[in-house]
């Protein structure tokens, strides 16, 4: 599915959270896993804690989530909603 970051993030925070993180929910992996990049990834891989304990996954310190209404791989219907969610562009 498509990924997406949310402008008013900080680096290494979400501040997507509530009913914002029911649309638009974060990318959780497990605390354990390993991280490697695809080829053609050149951006940093990482992970944040988020305010209710869980793990979510960032790439070059910005949160990464995917958008309810996306229902296929490929779909980018979240891009520029209310002019702050963006697909992410590797």
Do not use: E
Not at 8 to 32: E, L, M
């Amino acid at each position: 599915m498509t990924l997406y970051i949310y402008t008013p993030d900080k680096p290494g925070v979400s501040n997507c959270t509530g009913q914002c993180a029911i649309y638009w929910p974060p990318y959780t992996v497990s605390a354990a896993a390993g991280l490697t990049a695809a080829t053609g990834i050149s951006g940093k891989l990482g992970t944040i804690t988020r305010a209710d304990g869980t793990t979510q996954l960032t790439y070059n310190d910005k949160p990464l989530y995917f958008y309810a209404k996306d229902s296929k791989p490929g779909d980018t219907t979240g891009q520029n909603v209310g002019g702050i969610w963006f697909v992410l562009k590797p």
